[in-house]
């Protein structure tokens, strides 16, 4: 599907702009169930429908089924103009999901506004392809910004497979999240700030996470209440009062805008913020999450690498770009540019690279290593390394003619043959 980039009209987002909750909608796109940290006053095992609280969901969602989703959710209610991912997990401890989501939903709606709630822990890796794709807010919960008080609202962070409690972790945590604000920042994303107020354990110490936030170049702060969950190891503390809530927003105030309509959504929540669909669209959720959850078998496009956009003659690690074309009855077309992930990163920028071209049934190179090759026949794109002219090879991949005639032998490092041999990870 072929779409024409825009500007969202961010003043449209009722979570960052408060004058229009009542003009504009959000929804809540699950796909992103598992988490890398486990907090304190975190129970993600309820769902009624009745209950608004982060973290809860009535199932999860493909990105391919949250793109049929989407579809529905427009139809019943085009007031909606965000599309965000808040869990019921982290979104960055479900990356694939996330930013594979993200990419089907901007190239599908391109004046949606998107959004992305995390712990940021996991983020700062991804925040250049989250500013690539076009998500232009981004929310971070960050709970305080000493480790001596912060150490006590998590059981454990999780890094990879290694597993930190206690201060270790509240330090790794604080480390990961002052890197993400700080990348998001430079790379022009407006950042919303959750502080999660507990009585007794970071109450006092909101305006001082105000304070650093601002210095941080931070828009905008949410002071929220924590909610007591059962079965958590806060369940018997305190809700805070809304006197309470008042004034710790009016001295956080001093230093950042503050969010006072926050609604403590749902990881699926859907419609204004003074009123929620999510019972209502229940149903439609779950009929769309028993849909097949694979991409299409019809994939319109191939992606090539080329310098001049005449011939096959750039290595898969080193392009900055990929040209896609399509075929039509007389011949095939060139249908837009797409700007590749930054050089070097591995296999995260392989998998990124999967999200990208999404829609290509083929991509076509000079040249891979046996790595990405791997990362793209997984994803259902067929790796073609060829030299020759690029409608050649189309022809080939289009028609079902052989290859063979076409593709160049397969390398195992960089440094030989098309590859400029910069070492940047292309095997």
């Known amino acids: ?38 907090c304190n006053y975190c129970n993600r095992k309820y769902d009624c429908v009745n209950e608004s609280r982060p973290g809860v969901t009535s199932t999860i969602l493909s990105p391919e089924q949250a793109l049929v989703y989407m579809d529905k959710v427009l139809t019943a209610e085009p007031r909606i103009s965000v599309a965000g991912i808040a869990g019921p997990g ?58 001596e008080v ?15 409690r206690g201060l270790q972790a509240a330090e790794l945590l604080l480390a990961r999240q002052m890197a993400a604000i700080e990348k998001l920042k430079s790379r022009g994303v407006t950042v919303k700030i959750n502080f999660i107020t ?15 936030m601002a210095k941080m170049g931070v828009d905008l702060f949410n002071c929220m209440a924590m909610l007591p969950n059962a079965d958590t190891p806060f369940a018997d503390v305190v809700e805070p009062t809304k006197a309470t809530m008042n004034a710790l ?9 503050q969010m006072r309509h926050c609604k403590r959504c749902r990881a699926d929540a859907v419609g ?60 095939y077309t060139l249908v837009e540019e797409r700007k590749a992930p ?36 997984r994803a259902g794109i067929d790796p073609i390394t060829m030299s020759g002219f690029i409608e050649a090879g189309l022809e080939a ?18 440094g030989s043959g098309a590859c400029l041999g910069t070492g940047t990870g292309c095997g």
């Open 1 to 38: 599907m072929k779409t024409t980039a825009s500007t969202p009209d961010y003043s449209r987002h009722p979570c960052f702009n408060a004058e229009v909750k009542g003009k504009f909608g959000r929804v809540h796109l699950p796909v992103a169930p598992k988490c890398n940290i486990q």
């Open 249 to 257: 927003r009016n001295g956080c105030e001093r230093h950042l805008p």
């Open 90 to 147: 982290d979104p960055f401890a479900n990356a694939n999901e996330t930013l594979g989501t993200m990419q089907l939903l901007r190239r599908h709606y391109p004046d949606l506004i998107l959004c992305l709630s995390s712990n940021g822990l996991g983020l700062t890796p991804h925040v250049d392809e989250v500013a690539d794709i076009g998500v232009s807010h981004v929310t971070v919960t960050v709970n305080g910004i000493d480790p």
């Open 198 to 212: 507990i009585p007794g354990i970071n109450d006092h110490h909101a305006e001082a996470t105000a304070e650093t």
């Open 272 to 331: 204004l913020l003074g009123n929620d669909r999510s019972g209502e669209m229940a149903g439609c959720l779950n009929a769309c999450a028993t849909m097949p959850a694979t991409p299409p078998k019809v994939r319109p496009y191939v992606a090539v690498a080329s310098m001049e956009g005449m011939l096959v003659n750039q290595h898969l690690g080193e392009t900055t770009k990929f040209l896609i074309y399509g075929k039509e009855d007389n011949g």
């Open 150 to 164: 912060t150490k006590n609202i998590y059981s454990f962070v999780r890094d990879g497979k290694i597993i930190y």
């Open 342 to 377: 930054p050089v070097g990163g591995g296999i995260g920028r392989w998998e990124a690279l999967t999200r990208l071209l999404y829609d290509c049934r083929a991509v076509i190179v000079s040249d891979m290593g046996e790595s990405p090759r791997e990362v793209f026949k």
């Open 397 to 414: 991949v289009y028609t079902g003619k052989n290859l063979a005639p076409l593709k160049r032998r397969a390398k195992k490092s960089c």
